[in-house]
């Protein structure tokens, strides 16, 4: 038992019920090939928050970290006629595997890829007075979790989906003297959860293809 057999039934389970199709799996080879790390949600992890936007009948999507745009595909799926994703994604080089990816699953014309930093995009969307989002994904960097759910809460309606990757860190998330900025933006993160009154919020942990890691979901229930 461990990582190996963690794999192997994360690679069986999307054989079986998750179905990735030829455009995500060229997704993920496309990226690989421009050299993007290979830190993409697994196929069983995509295909959840395509069926989370689905529950939520999510029509505006939020998605923070684009990488080649794996997450999105799946994400952009989801939505209804109409529907809009927004991406944020801070490396030009990313951004641009990310377009092909898009434009070659025939998503592009209900997202919106936005290169720049989260930090300077997020006020700017705000600005906008777009309507609200029905589901935030973020995904980028760690440390930048924290200020990140504060957009994520402030830009959304009451009921959205906020969901957070990458929370559980092979467990480094307890250890309270980190000096990881990954580990301290998590743990800075549930502090945010534990005294945040207008989120409803668990937290659930992974083991596959991705190793050992975890989730966060959290509703907004009042505002
Ligand atoms: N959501 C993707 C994986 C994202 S990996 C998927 O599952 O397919 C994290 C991405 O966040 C990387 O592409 C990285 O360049 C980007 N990123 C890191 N810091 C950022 C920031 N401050 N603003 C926006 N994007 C950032
Ligand atoms: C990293 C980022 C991710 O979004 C992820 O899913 C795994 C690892 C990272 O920055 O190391
Ligand atoms: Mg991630």
């Known amino acids: 038992m461990g990582r190996t057999q963690w794999a192997d039934v994360d690679r069986y389970i999307n ?8 455009a995500l799996a060229g997704a993920i080879r496309a ?5 993007l790390p290979p830190i993409h949600v697994s196929p069983a992890q995509g295909k959840l928050l395509h069926l989370i936007a689905r529950l939520q009948g999510a029509r505006e999507v939020l998605e923070i970290g684009t990488l080649g745009g794996y997450s999105t595909i799946w994400l952009a799926r989801a939505l209804p006629d109409g529907g809009r994703l927004v991406t944020l ?9 990310a377009r092909a990816n898009l434009e070659r699953a025939q998503v592009s ?5 936005r290169v720049g930093r989260a ?3 997020l006020p700017a969307l705000a600005a906008e007075g777009r309507p609200p989002f029905d589901l935030v994904f973020i995904d980028a ?8 759910f ?19 860190r092979q467990g480094s998330v307890l250890d309270a003297a980190s000096t990881d900025p990954s580990v301290q933006g998590v743990r800075r993160f549930n502090e945010l959860l534990a ?9 659930v942990q992974t083991v596959g293809t991705k190793g050992y890691d975890g989730f966060t979901l959290a509703v907004v229930v009042g505002d």
């Open 15 to 22: 054989a079986t019920p998750v179905g990735e199709d030829e």
């Open 31 to 35: 990226s690989a090939q421009a050299g």
């Open 89 to 97: 994604e801070a490396e030009p080089r990313h951004a641009e595997v």
């Open 109 to 113: 014309s209900r997202v919106d890829l």
């Open 119 to 121: 930090q300077e995009l």
């Open 141 to 148: 960097d760690k440390a930048g979790i924290p200020e990140y």
């Open 150 to 168: 504060a957009w994520a809460l402030r830009l959304s309606r009451r009921g959205a989906a906020i969901i957070v990757d990458n929370v559980v």
């Open 195 to 203: 005294a945040e009154r207008r989120v409803s919020a668990t937290t």
